[in-house]
Nanobody, 115 residues
Framework: QVQLVESGGGLVQAGGSLRLSCAAS????????MGWYRQAPGKQRELVAF???????NIAGSVKGRFTVSRDNAKNTVYLQMNSLKPEDTAVYYC?????????WGQGTQVTVSS
């Protein structure tokens, strides 16, 4: 009964920036962790970043220093600010939510970075 709606994907040139948003709704009382995964063609889905209920963040080494994850608790929304984008960042980005031991996924949003 939890729904995640992602937005903000699109086409951007290398070196550009993009901000992804994921809004959570439904029968949820508290969120333990919200984060972002991505999956490029021919590759497994990989963790990009997450943020806990206490505000602690974790950023994957491949994007560290370029990406930032944040959340707006009032809106139940998590953001992924992506700067200095590279062609290798091209992937479908998925929002993930963990609450009370259950995991939920968004539908994914395409990010394409041109060289």
């Amino acid at each position: 009964q939890v729904q995640l709606v992602e937005s903000g994907g699109g086409l951007v040139q290398a070196g550009g920036s993009l901000r992804l948003s994921c809004a959570a709704s439904g029968s949820i009382f508290s969120i333990d962790v919200m984060g972002w995964y991505r999956q490029a063609p021919g590759k497994q889905r990989e963790l990009v970043a997450f943020i806990t209920s206490l505000g602690s963040t974790n950023i994957a080494g491949s994007v560290k220093g370029r990406f930032t994850v944040s959340r707006d608790n009032a809106k139940n929304t998590v953001y992924l600010q992506m700067n200095s984008l590279k062609p290798e960042d091209t992937a479908v980005y998925y929002c993930n939510l963990m609450a009370a031991g259950h995991g939920y996924w968004g539908q994914g949003t395409q990010v394409t970075v041109s060289s």
